[in-house]
């Protein structure tokens, strides 16, 4: 996944918004952009998520890898300051030769203990001396190192090579006793490595060889440095061939040489090392990979070439299970989990979202259609409610004011009859004409209230502020004379400023304290309390007296026009007074009502008219 190409892991992103876009398309017919929103959204989200994660594994990934390649480095280093160690104990070991003409095998003995190979040196199978022995020389030569102590010598193999590669010397004795006597320029590559060695006068090592002395057979090589008759090395290739002694060598095992070579990195790596610059089976002379160790999580593979002693080496590098690098995919992968969470949460409240808004759309839809045909519908009621009621007032109106002219002269011919016949007339006569005549005014006062009543609201009436306490002293002044009468006592609160017209507020007034005042029983003074509560919106405002009282199952009833509890013997009145202070009330936007049984009277006698003022 990390290394997946950006283009590809795209290439499936827009295939996939595409599948989702058709299957929006195919399972809505209608489609507008709104529906677009939580897809694209969504979309956007997890592509930003994408980024984000594929960035992070990128530079993960390019972290670890940089810690693979300093690791490699590490270790190649160790690998090269190795070789150097092994170069310079086997250096020492020319000293030997130059400081005497022959060095003879307890010397050697001595300087390889003192060495400590097994400890010092575990990479190679022990420090030698090889003689350079002309062919005519051997027979001599052999009698020589026979003198030496090792009374057994023989060399080996025979060659046709005009001069002979013989090692001697080599410690510890035991373990190599196979290789004392062995003319190494039998072969090939030992011979080229070691006249290379005498020819350029440096160290060099031979192509991959299996030792003499490895019962196991295991590739390894030989490192040769070359010793001459001077302690310096000679100057020109002659001089170096003809001043040439030999060569101190050291037989290695390759996976002698390199075992524990990838301690140093942690063993995070392992390497396959190979003979020259190819990678092939058979130049292989130690091979650290091993299938166990591989990596499952991390496949970082390398290689490199090193020069060794004149030779190339071919490294191949790998990660095993113990490769740790300091930066991990948690963050990466945090990033993608959590980025496809959120965008799958975006999706699924956006298109909750939609589908409410959708439900309330069409819900919005359906009550407006049911809106406008109610509407529609009541429009048409209220229109003819409202001409039926101007029909009404019209006709209520017109009745009461043409007929206010024929009853005026019923009343005045009655009057004149009264007066100017009044001789010629008997007193039942004149008691009929009395009666035709109060009917008459009496007739006049209902036409007047039937007027008022019909009046109110349809007449432009003018607002404005008013204090009631004003409104109540004009009342008061009105009913002076019935007030002395009846030695009324009338109390007022804190009666506040409202809005409305002052002359229907009067009236209003007039009409609920005129009632307090009549109805009460016989020689009764009245009591009556006019008051103001204050509420959040509306001022409530209550006339409350000592006087008769209502049953409140009339309460409703008397507040209609005409509606009288009374006969008129007992109490005068048309029933037109309540229902013109209903309609005042209403008028302003007000309601109006009665209580019974907390009035002012003993015993809470009396009636409490409530109505209230829009502030
Ligand atoms: P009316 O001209 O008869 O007073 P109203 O409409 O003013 O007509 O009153 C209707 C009826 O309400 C009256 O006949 C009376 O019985 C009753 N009423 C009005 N005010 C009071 C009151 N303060 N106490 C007792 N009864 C009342």
Not at 238 to 266: C, H, I, Q
Not at 447 to 458: A, F, Q, V
Request: aromatic content about 12%.
């Amino acid at each position: 996944m990390t290394r997946m190409a950006v283009h590809t892991a795209l290439g499936f992103l827009v295939v996939s918004l595409g599948l989702l876009i058709m299957l929006f398309r195919w399972r809505k017919v209608r489609m507008d952009l709104w529906s677009f929103l939580p897809i694209s959204l969504s979309s956007i989200v997890m592509i930003i998520a994408f980024f984000a994660w594929y960035s992070a594994s990128e530079s993960v990934y390019a972290r670890n890898k940089a810690y693979f390649e300093v690791t490699v480095s590490d270790v190649q280093d160790s690998l090269i300051d190795r070789y150097r160690l092994y170069e310079n104990a086997l250096r020492a070991g020319m000293g030997l030769f130059y400081a005497s003409d022959v060095v003879e095998r307890d010397e050697w003995i001595s300087y390889v203990k003192a060495l400590d190979v097994s400890n010092h040196l575990p990479g190679i199978s022990g420090v030698g001396y090889i003689d350079y022995v002309l062919a005519q020389d051997m027979g001599r030569y052999t009698e020589w190192v026979r003198n030496d102590g090792l009374t057994d010598f023989k060399t080996y193999p025979d060659t046709f090579y005009p001069d002979k590669f013989i090692i001697r010397l080599i410690e510890p004795y035991a373990d190599n006793k196979e290789a004392v006597g062995l003319d190494i320029g039998f072969e090939a590559n030992r011979r080229a490595a070691a006249e290379r060695a005498r020819d350029l006068g440096v160290p060099a090592l031979t192509k991959r060889i299996e030792l003499v002395q490895d019962k196991q057979k295991q590739p390894g090589f030989l490192l040769l440095i070359p010793v001459y008759q001077d302690d310096e090395v000679p100057a020109t290739l002659a001089e170096r061939r003809s001043k040439f002694r030999g060569w101190v060598y050291a037989p290695f095992v390759g996976a002698n040489f390199m075992e524990g070579l990838t301690d140093f990195g942690g063993n995070q790596v392992d390497v396959i090392v190979y003979d020259g610059s190819k990678v092939a089976e058979e130049a292989i002379i130690f091979d650290g990979a091993l299938p166990e160790n591989k990596s499952q999580a991390f496949d970082f593979s390398k290689t490199t070439q090193v020069r060794v002693a004149g030779r190339k080496w071919t490294l191949q590098w790998n990660v095993t299970k113990n490769f740790n690098p300091p930066a991990n995919y948690n963050v990466a992968t945090l990033l993608l989990v959590s980025g496809i969470i959120f965008s799958s949460f975006v999706y699924i409240i956006l298109t909750q979202l939609l589908r409410r808004k959708e439900i309330i759309d069409e819900e919005v839809k359906e009550q407006t259609q049911v809106i406008k045909q109610q509407g529609r519908q009541s429009e048409l009621l209220v229109q003819q409610l409202a001409r039926s009621n101007e029909d009404l007032e019209r006709f209520a109106y017109i009745a009461s004011h043409d007929l206010q002219e024929p009853l005026r002269m019923v009343r005045s011919f009655t009057g004149l009859l009264e007066e100017q016949y009044a001789d010629k007339l008997d007193d039942t006569a004149k008691k009929y004409i009395g009666f035709a005549y109060s009917s008459a005014g009496r007739m006049q006062e209902l036409i007047n209230d039937l007027l008022e009543y019909s009046r109110i609201g349809t007449d432009a009436e003018r607002y404005e502020d008013m204090h009631l306490d004003d409104i109540l002293d004009d009342v008061l002044e009105n009913l002076q004379e019935r007030i002395a009468d009846t030695k009324a006592e009338i109390t007022s609160g804190d009666l506040p400023e409202v809005h409305g017209n002052p002359v229907r507020m009067t009236r209003l007034l007039q009409n609920l304290v005129g009632n307090a005042i009549k109805y009460q029983p016989e020689d009764a003074h009245p009591k009556i309390r006019v008051s103001s509560e204050e509420k959040e919106d509306l001022w409530l405002i209550s006339v409350s007296d000592n006087g008769i009282g209502i049953d409140e199952k009339y309460g409703q009833k008397i507040f209609e026009p005409f509606e009288r509890l009374h006969g008129k013997s007992e109490y005068s009145g048309t029933g037109m007074g309540l229902a013109i202070c209903k309609r005042i009330v209403e008028d302003f936007g007000g309601t109006i009502w009665i209580k019974s049984g907390e009035g002012l009277g003993e015993d809470k006698r009396g009636a409490t008219f409530f109505f209230t003022i829009p502030k």
